[in-house]
C-alpha cells in the first residue's frame, strides 16, 4: 500500500524558514517523480515543486522561486521542502504527490494527508 505522510509544518514568522518533509513507502521511491502542492485557506491546489528520479532535476513555481529548494533522500525514502524567508501569502496545508513516471510533470497518482504550515506575527 502505497502511504505518504507529510510532517514538519507549523506556526513560523514571516521572514522565517521551515522545512517539511514526506516519508513514502509501499513503492520504489527512487525512481518516481515527486512533488510539493498546497491549497491555502479558500483556494484551490496550487503545484509548488518537483523534482525527477534519476537526474533530481526540481522545477519551481515562481511564487516560491529562490525561497523554496526540493530535495529527496532515496535512501531514507523521504522527500523535503526547505522554506526560506517564508510569507504570510505561503500559508497553506502542504501535500506531497507521487508522479505515475520518473518525471515530475506526469499525472500524480497519490496525495499524502498533508501538513499546516501557518506564516504570522
Known amino acids: 500500500e502505497v502511504q505518504l505522510v507529510e510532517s514538519g509544518g507549523g506556526l513560523v514568522q514571516p521572514g522565517g524558514s521551515l522545512r517539511i518533509s514526506c516519508a513514502a513507502s509501499?513503492?520504489?521511491?527512487?525512481?518516481?517523480?515527486m512533488s510539493w502542492v498546497r491549497q491555502a485557506p479558500g483556494k484551490g491546489l496550487e503545484w509548488v515543486s518537483g523534482?525527477?528520479?534519476?537526474?533530481?532535476?526540481?522545477a519551481y513555481a515562481d511564487s516560491v522561486k529562490g525561497r523554496f529548494t526540493i530535495y529527496r533522500d532515496n535512501p531514507k525514502s523521504t522527500l523535503y521542502l526547505q522554506m526560506n524567508s517564508l510569507k504570510p501569502d505561503d500559508t497553506a496545508v502542504y501535500y506531497c504527490?507521487?508522479?505515475?513516471?520518473?518525471?515530475?510533470?506526469?499525472?500524480?497518482?497519490?496525495r499524502g494527508q498533508g501538513t499546516q504550515v501557518i506564516v504570522s506575527s
Open positions: 504527490t507521487k508522479s505515475s513516471r520518473t518525471t515530475w510533470d506526469a499525472p500524480a497518482d497519490y
Open positions: 509501499g513503492f520504489t521511491f527512487s525512481i518516481y517523480g
Open positions: 523534482i525527477n528520479s534519476g537526474n533530481g532535476r526540481a
